[in-house]
């Protein structure tokens, strides 16, 4: 299994603040052939399924706001909220694709 | 509009057997590059892939659990059944059904989730 881990676990910011959340995998998912990260980011709030935020590490879901950017490649990845607005708390997973699926044990993200 | 909705026994003994249905809508399992996945999260914890099954009835298997579950699915209902053997408290856990496509690739759209529990 690819394992992906966050950092950190949880964080606080102030609202209009910047929240970085950190991905790193196991091994690469990386696909050489189409040059594409198999790797995507999902939101969830209490009571709710996951949504999907982010696919091949960058490309924005329909729907979701600009603020929320994905970037990184091979191992190391990254989902960056640019100004944090109350209804963005939650928790936030990333997600590799590459070779079955599997998720990272996730990020809680509050208002400070 | 795709949507997917989960439905099964909210109680399960030790032991026994759980079985889960995942019925959609606004999709077909026949469309080449369409999957259908099982999810579970138990309470507080992170999400968990269980099993997929593509169009073309290619099934996979989490290498966990690959012994205890059974992806089928029924183009014609549009369902997807997944049985999962020897069912343990630990099992317990909120199992959502999820839609993949090829373009994406990851899990764009999720059923609401249904909460099984297991105990005596």
């Known amino acids: 299994d690819i394992v992906m881990t966050q950092s950190p676990d949880s964080l606080a910011v102030s609202l209009g603040e910047r929240a970085t959340i950190n991905c790193k995998s196991s091994q690469s998912v990386l696909y050489s052939s189409n040059n594409k990260n198999y790797l995507g980011w999902y939101q969830q709030k209490p009571g709710q399924p996951p949504k999907l935020l982010i696919y091949?590490?960058?490309t924005r879901e329909s729907g979701v706001p600009d603020r929320f950017s994905g970037s990184g490649s091979g191992t190391d990845f990254t989902l960056t909220i640019s100004s944090l607005q109350a209804e963005d708390v939650a928790v936030y997973y990333c997600?590799?694709?590459?070779?079955?699926?599997?998720f990272g044990q996730g990020t809680k993200v509050e208002v400070k | 509009q795709i949507t997917l909705k989960e439905s099964g026994p909210t109680l399960v003994k030790p032991t026994q057997t759980l079985t889960l249905t995942c019925t959609f809508s606004?999709?077909?399992?026949?469309?080449?590059?369409?999957?259908v996945a099982w999810i579970r999260q138990p309470p507080g914890k992170a999400l968990e892939w269980l099993a997929l099954i593509y169009w073309d009835d290619d099934k996979r298997y989490s290498p966990s659990l690959k012994s205890r579950l059974t992806i089928t699915k029924d183009t014609s209902k549009n369902q997807v059944v997944l049985t999962m053997t020897n069912m343990d408290p630990v099992d317990t856990a909120t199992y959502y059904c999820?839609?993949?496509?090829?373009?994406?690739?990851?899990?764009?759209?999720w059923g609401q989730g249904t909460l099984v529990t297991v105990s005596s």
């Open positions: 999820a839609h993949r496509y090829t373009l994406a690739g990851a899990f764009d759209y």
């Open positions: 091949w590490a960058s």
């Open positions: 997600h590799q694709y590459y070779r079955t699926w599997t």
């Open positions: 606004g999709f077909s399992l026949s469309t080449s590059g369409v999957g």
